[in-house]
Nanobody, 124 residues
Framework: EVQLQASGGGLVQAGGSLRLSCAAS????????IGWFRQAPGKEREGVSC????????YYADSVKGRFTISSDNAIDTVYLQMNSLKPEDTAVYYC?????????????????WGQGTQVTVSS
């Protein structure tokens, strides 16, 4: 059974940090890129960042560049999203997903697997 288990969300003040985790199982982790999406109420889903699990290529949306860092621990099939300098506009449900590639335009590509969301709330 394919699973992407997202965790690490919570409530934090503006300027604070959170680290999200996405634990993968049920598929060959090294064959996929893992990405993070977010969706705020009333807004379209946004691709935040992705990482190629085998080659380590990364991509960041302009809205998070310089504040968020994505990383992968292939030994435990887990991807992390370190979020620093959080802003109220980062408030959203964050989802992780698996696809076959990572790069500009990746978020427009159909994702093969999705995890459940984790809520991130940034207070002003």
């Amino acid at each position: 059974e394919v699973q992407l288990q997202a965790s690490g969300g919570g409530l934090v003040q503006a300027g604070g940090s959170l680290r999200l985790s996405c634990a993968a199982s049920g598929f060959t982790f090294d064959d996929y890129a893992i990405g993070w999406f977010r969706q705020a109420p009333g807004k379209e889903r946004e691709g935040v960042s992705c990482i190629g699990s085998s080659e380590g290529s990364t991509y960041y949306a302009d809205s998070v560049k310089g504040r968020f860092t994505i990383s992968s621990d292939n030994a435990i099939d887990t991807v992390y999203l370190q979020m620093n300098s959080l802003k109220p506009e980062d408030t959203a449900v964050y989802y992780c997903a698996a696809s076959l590639w990572c790069g500009r335009g990746w978020s427009l590509w159909p994702q093969d697997y999705w995890g459940q969301g984790t809520q991130v709330t940034v207070s002003s």
